[in-house]
Every structure is written in structure tokens, then in C-alpha cells.
């Protein structure tokens, strides 16, 4: 079996802050994913990368960035945190011969 | 990937049989019909999946209409545990590129009442 582990488990940030959001997976899968959740609402696809290197845009990458420099790895920036932003950011991976997502716990975002 | 339509929510009680509708009246012949749920403070969790045939497994029937405009996730014998939100979405089969890009809709909440 494997693991997805992000990190932190929790974040606070000030407005116009840069923070940064880690991801980690010892599946050895080839697709990774970042999703942005809000209280009660649906998981929007921020990016997704294919492969080592590789950049995708989601549906709601305005306000992102993302690296993708190891397989194993997959970081989110988010560039400039606004004031009250709370939100759950999840990563997922999968593997392309399969078709199964594996999604970590998730990072929560508050902005003061 | 097309979109798939379901019920904000549903309300059960501990034993009961649960029936779980999901709408893509868009379906493209390609695309797989996906379920996950996902438990507060946890990322979802992968349920089963099917193209055409149902589908079991040790979590779910999974019942797809004759036309794939629809399906059905099927919980036999619900407890507490099942309470969960209940995400229906699609995916092209084994396609790299934008075939790899998934997005999950609000889904639908699942309450079990003892």
C-alpha cells in the first residue's frame, strides 16, 4: 500500500501572503491533483500534472501556481492570500493504468 | 468530461436499503461512471466504478441504465458509518493529456439516522 501525505495539516496566513502547500506519494503514480474545497461546496480542480514536469491548469487557476519537480512530489503556491479565505485544499494521485484516485487529508487554509 | 447531475441530499435510517441517483444525460461512450464519498476532515474515498455493466463490490451495487444516462449507487443495509457525501463523476478510460483532468460537483449528502 501507499501513502499520500500533505503538509501542513493546518496554515494560516496573513492577507497578500505567499504560501506554499506540499504534497507527497510513495504510490509511484504518474497523475497528481490539487483541489480546492470550500465549507459545504463541491472539490475544484486547481492543476493537475501528468508527469514528472508537467503542468495542467483546473478550473480555477488564477491565483495558483504549481511545481511538479519530482514524481513523488506536487506543490501548491498560492501566490496572494486574500483576508477571510478559508478553504480545505486536497491533493490526489492515481496512477494512468489505474483508475482509482487516492486523495491525502488535506491542508486547511485560513487567512486573517 | 460531461457533467453529472444529483439530489443535494438524501436522508436514511440505520438498515435500510439506499438508492443513490445520478443523471449524465451527456455520457460520451468512453467515459466510465466513477463514485467516491467523503467523510468530514478526509479526502474523498474511491467507491467503485463501471462503463456499462453493474457493478459489486464490498461497498456498493453500482446499477447503470440500459442507455448510460444514468446510474445508480445502490447501499445495502446502511449504518451509521455510510453517512458521508457521495460524489458521482466521469472519466475517460486510460486517455493521458486532458483526459487525466477530473472534477467533482457538490455531490450528495448522505445523513443515516440510528
Known amino acids: 500500500g501507499g501513502i499520500i501525505t500533505q503538509t501542513p495539516k493546518f496554515l494560516i496566513g496573513q492577507e497578500g501572503q505567499k504560501l506554499t502547500l506540499k504534497c507527497q506519494q510513495n504510490f509511484n503514480h504518474d497523475t497528481m491533483y490539487w483541489y480546492r474545497q470550500d465549507s459545504g461546496k463541491g472539490l475544484r480542480l486547481i492543476y493537475y500534472?501528468?508527469?514528472?514536469?508537467?503542468?495542467q491548469k483546473g478550473d480555477l487557476s488564477e491565483g495558483y501556481d504549481a511545481s511538479r519537480e519530482k514524481k513523488s512530489s506536487f506543490s501548491l503556491t498560492v501566490t496572494s492570500a486574500q483576508k477571510n479565505e478559508m478553504a480545505v485544499f486536497l491533493c490526489?494521485?492515481?496512477?494512468?493504468?489505474?483508475?482509482?484516485?487516492?486523495f491525502g487529508h488535506g491542508t486547511k487554509l485560513s487567512v486573517l | 468530461d460531461a457533467k453529472t447531475t444529483q439530489p443535494d441530499s438524501m436522508e436514511s435510517t440505520e438498515g435500510e436499503t439506499v438508492h443513490l441517483p445520478c443523471s449524465h444525460a451527456?455520457?460520451?461512450?468512453?467515459?466510465?461512471i466513477y463514485w467516491y464519498r467523503q467523510v468530514p476532515l478526509q479526502g474523498p474515498e474511491y467507491v467503485t466504478h463501471g462503463l456499462q455493466q453493474n457493478t459489486t463490490n464490498s461497498m456498493a451495487f453500482l446499477a447503470i441504465a440500459s442507455d448510460r444516462k444514468s446510474s445508480t449507487l445502490i447501499l445495502p443495509h446502511v449504518s451509521l458509518r455510510d453517512a458521508a457525501v457521495y460524489h458521482c463523476?466521469?472519466?475517460?478510460?486510460?486517455?493521458?493529456?486532458?483526459?487525466?483532468?477530473?472534477?467533482f460537483g457538490k455531490g450528495a449528502k448522505l445523513t443515516v439516522s440510528p
Open positions: 500534472s501528468i508527469t514528472e514536469n508537467d503542468l
Open positions: 490526489a494521485s492515481r496512477k494512468d493504468s489505474n483508475e482509482r484516485l487516492f
Open positions: 463523476i466521469l472519466r475517460v478510460g486510460r486517455q493521458q493529456g486532458t483526459g487525466s483532468k477530473l472534477s
Open positions: 451527456t455520457i460520451s461512450g468512453n467515459e466510465y
